[in-house]
């Protein structure tokens, strides 16, 4: 049986929620089709399919010094962020074509 109950930023579990993660904890993990037990040489062809997908390069680039400030006043994951503009831009030639 699942019990699912949404708590709020500020909510506080009840104590009967209290009780019932405690004694979930002593329950044993059981394997279903949602989550089943993988194998090590499994585990590895996950792990290594993984890697290739999320392949990145580190490139070199020369930007403008207002270009770089804007960006990171962004805040952390800033390179993040141009990455995806980088990859907009290509995928619609209409805005490669305004900026040059």
Known sequence: ????????????????QLYRIEQAADLPIVSDVDSPVYTAEQLAVLYAESKRINIKQTVGIRLSKKTIEQYRAMGKGYTGIMAAVLDYAIKHPEVLKNAL
């Open 1 to 16: 049986m699942t019990i699912v109950t949404k708590l709020g930023p500020e909510d506080k579990p009840t104590e009967e």
